[in-house]
C-alpha cells in the first residue's frame, strides 16, 4: 500500500538484535511529554493501560521476547500495511529507544495532571 512512493526509512531501518543503548535519556521535562503520548495516543490504540486494545499489549510480559531494537524500529517507522502508524515526526530514534526501555521495564507512570 506504498500510495505516493515508499516510506522514508521504512526499508532502511537497521534492525539488529540486542538491547538498545542506554545513554542519552532526554531531558526530564521532555520525558514527561513522552510519557503523556504514550498514554493518549499510543494508548488510544493499545489500550489505556497498555494492555492492548487495536493495537498489541505493550507490557513487559508482551515485549519480553522482542529485540528492543526492533520495536524501536517499529515506533519510529511504524509497520507498514498495518495500523501502527510512523512516529519519526514526533520523537527522535533516541527518545524511542528511551520509552521502549521504559515499556520493557514497565516503568511508564507519568506525573499527575
Ligand atoms: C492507530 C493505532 C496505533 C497507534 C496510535 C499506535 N500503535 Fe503501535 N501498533 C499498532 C498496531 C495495529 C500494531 C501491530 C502491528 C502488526 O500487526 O505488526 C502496533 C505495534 C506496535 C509495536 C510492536 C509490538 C510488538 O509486539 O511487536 C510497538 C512497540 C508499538 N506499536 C508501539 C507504539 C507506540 C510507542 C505508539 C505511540 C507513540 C504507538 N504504538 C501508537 C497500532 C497503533
Known sequence: MGATGVPA?????AVPDGPVARTSAPAPARQ???LRLLRQDCGSCHGMRLT???????TPEA?????????VATIVAGR????????RRFLSEAEAQWLVVRLVSGDVETVRD
Open 32 to 34: 514527561q511529554e513522552l
Open 9 to 13: 526509512g521504512a526499508a532502511s531501518v
Open 80 to 87: 507498514p500495511g498495518t495500523a501502527m502508524p510512523p512516529w
Open 63 to 71: 515485549l519480553s521476547a522482542r529485540p528492543e531494537a526492533g520495536l
Open 52 to 58: 492492548g486494545g487495536l493495537g498489541p499489549a505493550l
